[in-house]
């Protein structure tokens, strides 16, 4: 398994931080400043990326500094974490655990708090964590295994690109559910956020015969657990939900439930297709479906 040594951000004090004349301590980012610095983060990383691209080395390591000098990727993950806390009403995966709590016959063992009294539990790899004790860690209904590009925590987060983890071998390395919540967007071109999809399925199992008569529990899995800013299908140029559903159920998942907020799109899709990495059959490329000048141009392609 490849896992990264963990890089340090020594670069100068983010120019956000002390714009807003806030303490230099990472935990005092006000709401305003973490949204502000979450769209810089994914603008910057987004010219870079088409900077690489176009060949164009000089203006790639230019940004790449302002990157850096804004607080890298380790203070982007403290405004996620602030954006998390402060506006959504706590983490996304509390949609996922509700779900799920409905789901839930009531003949299934679960305590009077909702949680999961007997073994094995559910695995998850959850890709892009930022913390140990969200609602899903906290349920009990999973064995969480956490990765992130950059872990805030050496003993619980995995420090590791979902992209370079080994492929499973065995079902022991595969997982009944996958979480890649707010992570899509953070990518910065569609044919990534395609490739991530597609990669998900390989990591995925058949649900094992000893969790199979949990009742409705046993309907959503495996599946994949996927948050999106909520502009990224309702009001994207290029993606919908109903290009979405195709561009899922290709790669072999149908949706199993929804939910759309002000902010976020959550989405639960349960994998229903052959195992194997899928090859696809119909590319989706960078198409308009959804004409306006007040629209974004997020994007997910296939090929
Ligand atoms: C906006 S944060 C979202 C965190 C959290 N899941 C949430 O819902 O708030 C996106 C995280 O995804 C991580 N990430 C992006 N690409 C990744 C990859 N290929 N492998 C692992 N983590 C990745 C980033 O490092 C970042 O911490």
């Avoid at 670069?11 to 004349?21: C, D, F, M, R, T």
């Avoid at 005092?28 to 983060?41: F, G, Q, V, W």
């Avoid at 002000?262 to 490329?285: D, M, N, Q």
Wanted: hydrophobic share 35%.
């Amino acid at each position: 398994m490849t896992v990264k040594k963990k890089k340090k951000h020594n670069g100068p004090k983010s120019a956000l931080l002390s714009h807003h004349k806030l303490s230099p301590k990472l935990t005092s980012l006000s709401s305003k400043a973490s949204r502000t610095l979450i769209r810089s983060h994914h603008q910057l990383r987004k010219r870079h990326a088409q900077a690489i691209a176009g060949g164009d080395t000089a203006t790639a390591e230019t940004l790449l500094a302002q990157i850096e000098d804004q607080g890298g990727l380790k203070l982007y993950q403290l405004a996620s974490i602030n954006g998390q806390s402060n506006e959504r009403g706590g983490d996304s995966s509390k949609v996922l655990v509700e779900w799920l709590h409905e789901g839930l016959a009531s003949s299934d063992k679960i305590n009077t708090k909702g949680q999961s009294l007997d073994q094995p539990l559910l695995r998850m790899l959850e890709v892009g964590a930022l913390s140990a004790t969200n609602a899903c860690s906290r349920s009990r209904l999973f064995s969480v295994t956490r990765i992130d590009l950059n872990s805030q925590d050496d003993e619980r987060i995995l420090q590791q690109d979902f992209m370079q983890r080994p492929l499973p071998l065995s079902d022991e390395e595969r997982f009944d559910i996958i979480s890649l919540s707010l992570v899509l967007n953070f990518l910065p071109d569609n044919e990534a956020r395609g490739d991530m999809l597609r990669r998900t399925v390989p990591f995925l199992r058949a649900l094992p015969d000893s969790l199979q008569d949990r009742g409705s529990h046993t309907e959503y899995f495996p599946s994949l657990f996927l948050v999106l800013p909520a502009p990224c299908v309702t009001n994207s140029r290029y993606l919908d939900e109903d290009r979405l559903k195709a561009i899922m159920e290709s790669l072999g998942y149908s949706m199993a439930r929804r939910k759309i907020s002000s902010k976020l799109a959550y989405y639960l899709w349960t994998h229903v297709g052959p195992r194997e990495e899928p090859c696809i059959k119909h590319a989706y490329k960078k198409v308009e479906v959804n004409p306006g000048k007040k629209r974004n141009n997020f994007a997910i392609t296939l090929d």
